[in-house]
């Protein structure tokens, strides 16, 4: 079973950038397509991104072009760069794998506030 560490949340201005990372552990990583989720306030989680094993990628319509997802197998790692952030990503956010019903992080807070 794959567990999931989050890092790299924090407070930016708008128009600026953060990297989340996640860190995971357990076998055949490299197996798993992984995601990035996000939750606001009084709001439903929404897949923010995604990327299959063999690499594919999809986003949200309201961060495309801004986000991008990588992974790194060798290390376990997945990531998302995030530039032109603005106050509605405000959210936590999660890293996923195997989907909805596979293994969660916990959460790393991205706050968007000038």
């Known amino acids: 079973q794959v567990q999931l560490v989050e890092s790299g949340g924090g407070l930016v201005q708008p128009g600026g950038s953060l990297r989340l990372s996640c860190a995971a552990s357990?076998?055949?990583?490299?197996?798993?397509?992984m995601g990035w989720y996000r939750q606001a306030p009084g709001k439903q989680r929404e897949l923010v991104a995604h990327?299959?094993?063999?690499?594919?990628?999809i986003y949200a319509d309201s961060v495309k072009g801004r986000f991008t997802i990588s992974r790194e197998n060798a290390k376990k790692m997945v990531y998302l760069q995030m530039n032109t952030l603005n106050p509605a990503d405000t959210a936590v956010y999660y890293c996923?794998?195997?989907?909805?019903?596979?293994?969660w992080g916990q959460g790393t807070q991205v706050t968007v506030s000038s």
């Open positions: 990327i299959t094993k063999g690499g594919s990628t």
């Open positions: 996923n794998a195997a989907g909805e019903n596979g293994a």
């Open positions: 357990g076998s055949f990583f490299s197996l798993y397509a």
